[in-house]
């Protein structure tokens, strides 16, 4: 453009100005209208080249001598250099910037977090699964970084119970020392006579004068999650009735299975290798704890609510089949404590139970009367397969993944 304008002007002053140029030497203005278009030309190019190249190039040395000639550097801008100077300002002070916040960063008592070094794992959540599983993965060398919302302590109306199983879990972690120092009691049963006096006297005058607050239960079977780079764990993946007090055994056990699967993932950015293990996750948990605890919480759940008489009638006999000892008890105690959650030793035990309600429902008509118990036996196993099979069902819906 500026080139141009420059034969623009000369061709104009040639043209029209003819009174001009005939006063003046024709050589010497037709070197001042070359020089003036060299000069805007030259001009133009140093203010590309300075705006857009960093370091020296061939196009830059040819602009430096000619820039030397006579009359040529008078027509240069001086905005090249503004540039320049403005560019390194910029970098000097991010430079410096870096430096001082990587020299805050390391000052910082008790931390070494380096600015440009990324987590491997991110949890949100510092509940007992996000704070064991950080615990756990850091210790195997893994970058981890906790979210959590808020730190205050949670005003519920319920009690932490660790069964056996759970504290077996926490041991095999290496976080058996979380639980001292917390005034735990270590607890010998559910029923009520195992209670101090005092709180056996206000617990009963609770009851009758209905002042039991109750607490809101949800049930969520676990399914799979295959978005990539996301793994669900907790109650946003997997949630019972809290009765029999298995949530901590279900996420520690969680954790320690994770923590086997994770060792053999070095790289986590592997797609294929971290669906492979969230297949068998979903089934290992099942196998070990998972299938017996949802099912045994939902199903006593439903024995305790009795809303009709087959139910009643199961619930009783649940009580006379403990009653017998022997495996009667420690079969169920192991399912309940998540020690021994073998399926088909919780499933043999139920139907068990649901056998002995048909004995007691024959054992209290007369003979004339027989004829009803084959109704009230027919109620009753057609209930406990009404309780029990969609359980079942929820647990193992995904069997094809």
């Known amino acids: 453009m500026w080139a141009f304008l420059g034969i623009a002007t000369f061709t104009y002053i040639y043209k029209k100005c003819d009174a001009v140029i005939s006063y003046a030497n024709k050589e010497v203005l037709l070197t001042v209208t070359v020089f003036f278009t060299l000069g805007s030309v030259l001009s133009y190019c140093r203010y590309r080249y300075g705006q857009t190249q960093h370091k020296p190039s061939h196009l830059g040395l040819v602009l430096q001598l000619i820039s030397a000639l006579p ?116 607890v010998q049963g559910y029923v009520i006579h195992d209670m101090d006096k005092h709180l056996k006297e206000s617990f009963l005058i609770a009851l009758q004068n209905d002042r039991l607050r109750t607490m809101p239960a949800s049930f969520l079977p676990p399914s799979p999650v295959n978005k990539p780079g996301v793994l669900l764990l907790g109650d946003a993946y997997n949630m019972r009735h809290p ?24 790289d986590l950015y592997d797609d294929i290798a971290v669906l492979e293990a969230k297949k068998k996750f979903h089934w290992a948990r099942k196998k070990s704890h998972s299938f017996v605890v949802n099912i045994l919480a939902q199903a006593l759940y439903e024995l305790f609510a009795a809303t009709d008489n087959s139910l009643h009638q199961l619930r009783k006999a649940c009580f006379h089949y403990f009653k017998l000892g022997g495996e009667c008890v420690t079969g169920p105690i192991g399912l309940l404590s998540v020690l021994s959650p073998n399926p088909m030793t919780l499933i043999g035990h139920f139907f068990a139970v649901a056998l002995y309600a048909v004995y007691f429902s024959f054992k209290s008509e007369p003979w004339f009367t027989k004829p009803r118990a084959f109704f009230n036996s027919g109620a009753i196993l057609y209930r406990a397969c009404a309780i029990l099979f969609p359980l079942i069902y929820s647990e193992l819906k995904y069997l094809v993944y």
């Open 243 to 266: 009765l029999t007090g298995g949530g901590m055994s279900v996420v520690l056990n969680d954790v320690q299975i994770w923590r086997s699967l994770l060792r053999n993932i070095p």
């Open 71 to 186: 009359l040529a550097g008078f027509f240069f801008s001086k905005s090249s250099t503004h540039s320049d100077t403005d560019e390194k300002s910029h970098w000097r002070k991010r430079k410096e910037a870096k430096l001082r916040h990587s020299s805050q960063t390391e000052s910082t008592p008790g931390t070494v977090v380096l600015a440009s070094s990324d987590p491997d794992v991110i949890i949100v959540g510092a509940g007992v699964l996000g704070s064991a599983m950080a615990a756990v993965l850091a210790r195997d060398g893994r970058k981890v970084t906790v979210i959590e919302r808020d730190l205050k302590e949670p005003d519920r109306i319920v009690g932490e119970l660790l069964q056996p199983g759970g504290y077996r879990a926490l041991m095999e972690l290496g976080l058996e020392g979380s639980v001292e120092g917390l005034d735990a009691h270590t």
